[in-house]
């Protein structure tokens, strides 16, 4: 199999090749440009695929925000992840650069360990949502018929079994299938499993995310748990209900990017779902229930 390519952009010489170095033993391919234009042309040319752009904020020509600008512009680039590197990492800068498209941070000078990881999670992100996209949109077809349906679920095999089949009962199920996952992954691992914020940061950045979620739904405390979604299909919209059998949790502050977590490679999930992948998203009481609506009107 080809290895994922990577596009790192910094007009600084020695900042590339640290970069370099941090990823050596990646197994992923490096494109490395101190030009910001020749990274830009390099981007568009007709063959050229990336999985990852790693962008330095500050270049002389042309600068990391409007070259991130430039991408989420065109909808070839618009899910190819962002990591921003940068020295400017004030709550209104990061907002800038979070409003712009970058969702995944880091501050100069950083850890080995920092980029590896953050790579590691913005390539796992980007490859998961491909996958499902590609599944949703094959299953679009077969699934029209269906008014009203719902199943439950417990496993992250599950749900990425449902999902496609799910995201197929809506006008762009390949928008729609990211933001359901997330929403019922969250159901599992924040809902009836119990995962912490701060558990969740720590466990994706050693990599030890799945292993941990596989182990919490054999605990006997757990183990009776199970999360359901309930699709229904109206004239003009498709409404997604999915709760949970957890406490709930603080969900008004998931609802947008908050700079303070930018640097975090978590805490995404939500807001993303709600600015790219339904009409509308809406949390209920303590926040065991999310009710998410695609309206076919303005569905992407």
Known sequence: MDKERVLVVDDEELNLFIIEEFLDQEEIALEMHSDPLAAWASLIAPESHFSLVILDR??????GMEFLRRMKREARFADIPVIMQTAASSPDQVREGLAAGAYY???KPYEPE????IVRVALDDQRTRSQLRSR???LEEAQKLIRSVEYRFVTLDEINSLVPVLAALCPAPDV?????SDLMVNAVEHGNLAVSYQEKSLLKWEGDWEAEIHRRLALPQFRDRFATIRLERRADSVVFTIADQGNGFEWSRYLAFDP???FDPNGRGIAMARMMSFSSLEYQGCGNVVVATVNFATAA
């Open 176 to 180: 729609v299938a990211p933001g359901l």
């Open 105 to 107: 941070y880091l501050t």
């Open 260 to 262: 303070e977590r930018a």
């Open 114 to 117: 920092a980029l590896t990881s």
């Open 136 to 138: 949703a949109a094959h």
């Open 58 to 63: 500050m270049m002389p020509e042309l600068d």
